[in-house]
Structures are given as structure tokens and as C-alpha cells.
């Protein structure tokens, strides 16, 4: 286990490394167009081969990963820390809070928020530069992420509450403060980090469907999700390198969790 | 007991026959509505040319108009008046013959200012709106305010509804009625029983038993299904998957494909030109500027799109009338070759500076302007992406905005907040006046600056003049000039840069008979009526 463990910290640190310096693997610019070689085969040029508009899968790779691994995670603590306060707080108050909390989040999860979403679009100025498009998107995301993990962990915290250590804690002079941040957090801590790991390749999926919608990071700029799209149409047969993307996707996932002691895990 | 057993085996196939005799394709869409006189959509469009019946109907593929429900027609009082002598012995699928009350009954109730009838809009002109008198049970007159022009095209888009009809739709008088609907899932349209057609030999037409339209929005799936069998024909595909079927049945007998050429559809960027529009003062100078509106279409490689967006499948465009379109082309226009270097001396011309990399107007401003397009479009978004590496040589910076589709009809006809946009048009028929609601100044739809109380240009002026001279008379050859005029106007002034008109694509499984398939829509199934289907599903 030790060793797995090993080897995906340096899956990990590779991926991450390729990613800020991306000219190691390519002197390739992700966004030049090299049209007398559309949807080429790999090559000696072209690793990982062309796209339809015949640019480097391999730079789009590399630039596309360094967008997704950044804005991604930070999309997932966003939303955690919103699920963790919201959440906590209903866990930890009870009575009509938690009922309102509760309330408010069924609520926040019956909302259409395609249609709102498509909204945020429409209302966002046309001419924003590809940074500030990946930006947006990703705390849109994180925004509306927090209702799904609020309620796990306001039924950890809610668990939590009448426990021994906590009862001892109050009884040996904590203050509110105190019980969460010493106690109730740590307790948690696996909770939110399960959740947390669960968000990353969830935003990184619904940026790909958020960019079906115009919503998504502009061109000519790559992310992981913008690729994942090509797949959709592509023929994996024929081109079975297009599907890269996805099984990066898959290992940067796996590797994550083997990382992560199992221990952490268990509440 | 042989005689028995080869009777069995007859009565066996025949059954097979008759099952098979359902053909099966998808629609990219659910229909809008079901209501032949609001149709306004493809999928609408479809059905109801499978299932009403017409006075006059164009062959899609020779372009020429054919006699329906009216059997003969002449033309009187300086071309304003037509006579139209209707086809005895029609009858609709509940009994009832067809006669002279259903039409005048179909055209009071179509022109009803109340109904907002798409298809009535073509018989409105300044001048007033036809008016449709019976003569008798078999005759009718239509009376034209001014003598319009291809009278015979505006015929071929009203279906004939029975005057006993108490709501729409009713069964009609095409080849198929509407025998079941499941939302989100079909329609399934069986043979008309009281359809009036024959074949040559007498055979009664349709030929074909139903046809099952499955709603399927995903060109991928809808490939998918078609290589499994489950549907028989793909009336419109993607130049990508085109060359992937290709590729597969090359050899093959089960499957045919056809590029059928150019259709008279056109793919376009245009600028907006309205004064009212949101946007900065020196951004609405630079899209008002001539020379720019040029430089920007000389800097478009129209051949790298059709390359490699289209895979060939489309042919670079001059203006809005396809080369199909044979009769209404410009043939003296040709495309605007790419150019970049006489784009940048148009551009310097006009006060442009090329600093660098970066192009700058007279008072320093970057030049940087956004392009909406339709969100998921698999041609649209590569294209913008091309074009903004495009822009880029003469040092423009294009972004790139794709957005939900009613958002941007939103903002191209209401808030008119953008500054280009990519989009294509579906020309449906090919006659000029059928552009008017696009040319013509005052029209809700006129892409650049829509529903202009007096003409903001002149050219604009006189693209007005010469459309309403045109759609007045019946002098061919006035018309011709005129509406030649009119193209050469907008190449010179470019309010819209025209990309390309993709070819017609379309696939068809050799279990289907009897298919013709041709650039104008419908493309597969505009002769459905004498299609077979053979070999099971």
C-alpha cells in the first residue's frame, strides 16, 4: 500500500510539474492552428496528434491540465468551506436553525439552475478575456456546489453533537467556539475531505457541460473538461488517442484517493 | 400439400413485406407545433409536408413548379389575377370532398391578422393582402394587389385544411395523417387511405405503409442507430460524420451516402450596425466603416474553414444566393480571396494602425470586438475559432462568445447587445421575394440593423428599392437585374462577410427505394410518397 501510495504522490507531482511547465513535453503553442494537419495521428511533432482545427492535443493537454488542476480544487474547497459552515452550523445549532438550514437547502437544490446559470451568461459582458472566462465559470461552480455536501455534513456534526468528548469538552469549560474549532472540525475533517475529493472531477465534468452551454472556459484557451468534449464526437476507434483526457482524468482521481491515508476516511 | 406449403410461405412473406413497409428516421427536434399555417421550425416543416396537401407543390429536384390540388392555373389582369381550376374527386381521410369552400375557408382563416401566420406574412404587401374568391365548387380566384413575382412558390407552403375542420390539425390531404404522438419520444404517420395520387401504372400512392419520426436531438446517436438499422435514412448530417460513414460503408452495399452539392443555405458573420446598440462610440466607427467591413472579410480564409470544418463539404461564398440557387446567382461575384495584406492596406487607408502585433484605430483604441455564436454548434465554434487566429495576422483580437440559443436571439433582435455575430441562414426557397423579410430595411429580420424606420444608408436605400421593383413585376429579366444589383451592394459594402454554403449530406439505407436526394429541404424524403422500404426495418 506504501508503495502505491508512493507511486501516485509521484503520478501526482509529475502531472503538476508538466502542467506549470508544460514547455518540457512541448515547444507547441496550445492555441496555433497547423490546418494542413487537422485530426492528424500521433507523431514525432504531434504526440498526442492534432484536433479537428489541427492544434496540439498534447500542449491543449498540458495547458488544459494546468486550468483544470488549479481552478478545479479551488472550485471544491469554495464549495466545501460553504457546505462545512452551512452545514456545521445546522448540525451543531439544531432546532429551528437546522430546519431553516435545511429548508433553505432543499430549496437551493429544486432550483433550475441550468436556466440560472444560462442567466449568469447572458448577463456577463461580451468581451472578457479567456482568464476572467475560466475564473468566472469555476466560482460559479463552487457557489452552487455547497447544498449536495452541506447536508452530509450536517449529518456528521448533528452526529457529533451529543458525543462523549463533546459533553466532556463543555463540561471542562469549552466555549462554542472552542467545541467547533478544536473538536467538531477535526471530527469532520474526513467528512469534507471525502467531499471534497468527490467535487474535483465533478467540476471538472460539469465545466465540460457548462461549455456546451457557453458557459464554459472561451477559445482558444484549453481545459480538461473542453477536451473531454471532443470525445463526444470523436471516434475513439479510428483516433483512440483522444480519449487521453479521460484516462488523466481517471488517474489523477485514483491517485488522489490513494494518497489520502484511509483512516481519513472514517468518521 | 407443396401447393399449400409454397401458399403458406407466400402469405408469410407478404406479411413480412407489409411489416417492413414502415420507414424510420429521426427528426433533430420535436416539432413546435402541429398546426400546419404556425409552422416556423424544420421539424414542423417536416411534418407537415408528409402530411397536407397543397395547391401547388415545387419539385425539389427539378425546381419547377408541379400541379397538386389545384389541376390547372392561369394567369390574368396584368399577372395580379390567377384562376386555378382545382383537382375533382379529392377527398379527406373522413370523407368529405375536397372543393373550392376549403381553400377560400383556409386562406380567410390563414390571413387572420389574429393567427400570426408565418406563412401568411408572404402574401402581405404594402399594398394589401390576396384576396381568394370561389367561382364554383371547382374554381377560385385569386386576386394579388400588386402581380407578385413566382406566384407559384408562395402556393407550395399553404396546406389546404378542410373547411368542416374544427381544430388543427386535422387529417389532411398529403401522402400520411398523424396516427400517434408520444412527447419527447415520436410521431408516427400512417398512409392516407383517401390520398388522391396513383402512380404512372395506377398503383395507389404512398407506397409506404408509415413512417416512424423519432425525435433525436444527438448526431451521434442518431449515427449510432442508423449503422444498427433502427433508422433507415439521415436527412442531414455533419461533414464529420459524413466521412466517417463514408469511410465505413465504402464498399458496402447496406448504406449510401450522398453529397448532393451545395445547398442555398449560407453561413455568415455579420457586423452590427444599429445606432441604437449598447456599444462604445469608436467601436460603432469601425464596424460603420466600409473599408473595414472589407479588410475583415479579406482576412477570412474561407477555404481553411471549408477544409477543415466542413471536410470539403461546402463551397467558399460571394453573398447570400448560393451557386445552387442557378437562377438568382450572381455569376459576375466571386469570393473574397484571402488576403491579408490588402486587408492591412485597407485597413491603413482608413486610419487604421498596425502597431506590432496590435491594430489600433486613430485614437489609439486596440481593435478588439467579440463574435456570438450559437452555443454546441460543431461547425459555428470551430469556425470562430478560425476566424480569430485569422484576425489575429492583421493583429485583431477576436473573442469568442458561444451562447444558449434564445440568449442570442435576445440580443440580436431585442438588446441588440453584441458587436458581430456568426450565424447561418436556411433558405428555404429560392426566390428573392422570399428575402424581403431579410433585405429589406424595415424588416424585424434585416441581420445588421433590423426594423429601420427609413433607411439608415443609402445602399441600404436602394437595396429597398430594388428589392420592392423586383417583387412587382413578372419581367424575369428585370427581376434578374434588379436582384444582381442588389448582391453586388452588399459584396461592396459587407455588412455581412459570407463564409461558405454547405453542401447537402445525407445517408440512406439500401433497404430504402426510390430515394432522389436533392440540396433543398426536404432533401431525402421530399418524394416519401413513391419511397419503399425492402428487407425488414
Redesign the interface.
Known amino acids: 500500500m506504501k508503495v502505491a501510495r508512493a507511486l501516485a504522490i509521484l503520478f501526482l507531482c509529475v502531472v503538476a510539474l508538466s502542467a506549470l511547465i508544460p514547455r518540457v513535453w512541448t515547444s507547441q503553442d496550445y492555441a496555433a492552428q497547423f490546418r494542413e494537419s487537422p485530426d492528424a495521428r500521433p507523431s514525432e511533432r504531434f504526440p498526442l496528434g492534432t484536433d479537428a482545427l489541427g492544434r496540439d492535443r498534447l500542449a491543449r493537454f498540458l495547458y488544459g491540465s494546468r486550468v483544470s488542476l488549479a481552478l478545479a480544487p479551488a472550485a471544491a474547497l469554495l464549495s466545501c468551506l460553504a457546505a462545512a459552515l452551512i452545514g456545521g452550523l445546522a448540525g451543531f445549532a439544531g432546532g429551528w436553525v437546522e430546519r431553516f438550514i435545511l429548508a433553505a437547502v432543499d430549496l437551493f437544490l429544486s432550483l433550475p439552475w441550468l436556466l440560472l446559470l444560462l442567466m449568469v451568461r447572458a448577463c456577463l459582458p461580451l468581451n472578457v478575456s479567456p482568464l476572467v472566462s475560466i475564473t468566472i465559470t469555476f466560482l460559479v461552480l463552487g457557489l452552487l456546489g455547497w447544498p449536495a455536501p452541506a447536508r452530509v455534513v450536517r449529518a456528521a456534526v448533528s452526529r457529533l453533537r451529543h458525543a462523549d468528548f463533546l459533553l466532556q469538552a463543555r463540561a471542562a469549560g469549552c466555549t462554542p467556539w472552542q467545541l467547533l474549532w478544536r473538536q467538531l472540525l477535526p471530527n469532520i475533517m474526513p467528512v469534507l475531505l471525502a467531499q471534497f475529493w468527490t467535487a474535483v472531477p465533478v467540476f471538472i465534468l460539469a465545466e465540460a457541460t457548462l461549455g456546451m452551454l457557453g458557459l464554459g472556459i472561451a477559445e482558444p484557451m484549453p481545459s480538461w473538461g473542453g477536451l473531454l468534449r471532443e470525445i463526444e464526437s470523436g471516434d475513439i476507434v479510428s483516433q483512440p488517442w483522444i480519449a487521453a483526457p479521460v484516462l488523466l482524468l481517471a488517474a489523477v482521481v485514483g491517485c488522489f484517493q490513494l494518497v489520502l491515508p484511509r483512516e481519513d476516511y472514517s468518521v | 400439400m407443396s401447393r399449400l406449403l409454397s401458399i403458406l410461405l407466400f402469405a408469410i412473406l407478404a406479411a413480412a413485406n407489409l411489416a417492413a413497409a414502415e420507414l424510420h428516421f429521426a427528426l433533430h427536434s420535436e416539432p413546435k407545433t402541429l398546426d400546419p399555417w404556425a409552422v416556423a421550425d424544420d421539424s414542423s416543416e417536416a411534418i407537415r409536408y408528409l402530411t397536407e396537401g397543397v395547391l401547388i407543390r415545387i419539385n425539389r429536384l427539378t425546381q419547377q413548379p408541379e400541379a397538386e390540388l389545384a389541376a390547372s392555373w392561369t394567369v390574368a389582369n396584368g399577372g395580379r389575377r390567377v384562376n386555378f381550376s382545382l383537382r375533382k374527386g379529392v377527398k379527406f381521410p373522413d370523407g368529405s370532398a375536397f372543393t373550392s369552400q376549403d381553400v377560400v375557408e383556409t386562406f380567410r382563416k390563414l390571413l387572420d391578422p389574429g393567427l400570426h401566420s408565418p406563412v401568411a406574412d408572404t402574401f402581405k404587401t404594402e399594398k394589401g393582402v390576396v384576396e381568394i374568391t370561389a367561382k364554383d365548387d371547382y374554381t377560385i380566384v385569386a386576386d394579388f394587389p400588386a402581380a407578385p413575382a413566382a406566384f407559384e412558390r408562395l402556393f407550395d407552403q399553404v396546406a389546404i385544411v378542410s373547411h368542416l375542420a374544427k381544430d388543427r390539425p386535422a387529417p389532411g390531404l398529403g401522402p400520411f395523417i398523424i396516427a400517434a404522438r408520444e412527447p419527447g419520444s415520436y410521431i408516427l404517420l400512417k398512409r392516407n387511405p383517401a390520398y388522391w395520387k396513383r402512380k404512372a401504372d395506377g398503383q395507389p400512392l404512398p407506397l409506404l405503409e408509415a413512417i416512424r419520426l423519432e425525435f433525436q436531438q444527438n448526431?451521434?446517436l442518431e449515427l449510432l442507430r442508423f449503422r444498427r438499422g433502427e433508422l433507415q435514412l439521415i436527412d442531414s448530417l455533419t461533414p464529420?460524420?459524413y466521412d466517417?460513414l463514408s469511410k465505413e460503408s465504402s464498399g458496402q452495399g447496406s448504406v449510401r451516402v450522398f453529397d448532393s452539392g451545395p445547398t442555398t443555405d449560407a453561413e455568415f458573420l455579420w457586423f452590427n450596425l444599429a445606432p441604437q446598440a449598447p456599444l462604445a462610440t469608436y467601436k460603432k466607427a469601425w464596424f460603420q466603416s466600409q473599408a473595414f467591413r472589407r479588410a475583415i472579410s479579406e482576412a477570412i480564409e474561407r477555404n481553411?474553414l471549408i477544409?477543415?470544418?466542413y471536410h470539403g463539404h461546402a463551397s467558399p461564398s460571394a453573398g447570400l444566393v448560393s451557386p445552387a440557387n442557378k437562377q438568382w446567382f450572381n455569376a459576375r461575384l466571386a469570393p473574397d480571396r484571402f488576403d491579408p495584406v490588402s486587408a492591412v492596406k485597407r485597413l491603413s487607408e482608413a486610419g487604421f494602425m498596425l502597431q506590432g502585433n496590435i491594430l489600433r484605430d486613430s485614437y489609439g483604441h486596440p481593435v478588439?470586438?467579440?463574435v456570438?455564436t450559437?452555443?454546441?454548434s460543431?461547425t459555428r465554434?470551430?469556425m470562430?475559432?478560425?476566424i480569430?487566429?485569422d484576425l489575429a495576422k492583421i493583429g485583431i483580437k477576436l473573442?469568442?462568445?458561444?451562447?444558449?440559443f434564445?440568449?442570442l436571439i435576445?440580443?440580436i433582435t431585442r438588446s441588440l447587445?453584441?458587436?458581430t455575430c456568426l450565424l447561418g441562414l436556411v433558405n428555404v426557397d429560392i426566390d428573392p421575394s422570399e428575402l424581403m423579410n431579410v433585405l429589406l430595411s424595415s424588416a424585424t429580420n434585416h441581420p445588421w440593423n433590423p426594423s429601420q424606420k427609413t433607411p439608415a444608408t443609402a445602399w441600404e436605400a436602394e437595396i429597398d428599392r430594388l428589392m420592392l421593383t423586383q417583387g412587382l413585376t413578372d419581367d424575369l429579366a428585370i427581376r434578374k437585374k434588379n436582384f444582381d444589383r442588389v448582391q453586388e451592394i452588399l459584396h461592396e459594402q459587407s455588412p455581412v462577410v459570407y463564409l461558405l454554403h454547405p453542401n447537402s449530406l445525407s445517408a440512406i439505407s439500401a433497404a430504402v427505394h426510390g430515394a432522389k436526394p436533392t440540396p433543398f429541404f426536404p432533401h431525402t424524403f421530399w418524394d416519401a410518397d413513391h419511397l419503399t422500404v425492402v428487407n425488414g426495418k
Open positions: 448526431r451521434d464529420d460524420l466517417r481553411d477544409r477543415v470544418v478588439e470586438f467579440s456570438i450559437n452555443a454546441g460543431k465554434e470551430p470562430a475559432a478560425m480569430q487566429q473573442n469568442l462568445v458561444t451562447l444558449d434564445p440568449s435576445e440580443r447587445d453584441y458587436e
